[in-house]
């Protein structure tokens, strides 16, 4: 919200909203976390480029075809447990270009 004492004065609309790369431009890493989940494993899904209805739409398939759960946020997709094989090879289906990071 923005004051102004300027009678004439219009608030321009923001749009929020990035644009979605196409999935043979982005750019995806798979991780395995452990950190500051008591020991439990999560597979991290890094570097989507986008808007977040579409973060939440790649993340729900992902989770649905690995039958857990997850979340999707801040262009993270956290997929509960190690499926970095089968994530890898979910997105290479899709057109993702993705690749597994870290040790």
Avoid at 12 to 35: G, P, V
Avoid at 88 to 99: E, I, N, S
Wanted: with cysteine; hydrophobic share 30%; charged share 30%.
């Amino acid at each position: 919200m923005v004051y102004s004492t300027n009678p004439d004065f219009e608030p321009e609309e923001f749009n929020e909203q990035e644009e979605t790369l196409a999935s043979k431009q982005q750019d995806l890493r798979i991780h395995l976390d452990r950190k500051q989940r008591k020991g439990k494993a999560v597979t991290l899904i890094t570097g989507f480029v986008g808007n977040g209805n579409d973060l939440n739409e790649l993340g729900r398939t992902l989770k649905s075809k690995c039958g857990v759960g997850g979340t999707s946020k801040n262009g993270e997709i956290l997929i509960q447990g190690d499926h970095r094989d089968k994530v890898l090879g979910l997105l290479t289906a899709m057109g993702y270009k993705a690749k597994k990071a870290g040790g």
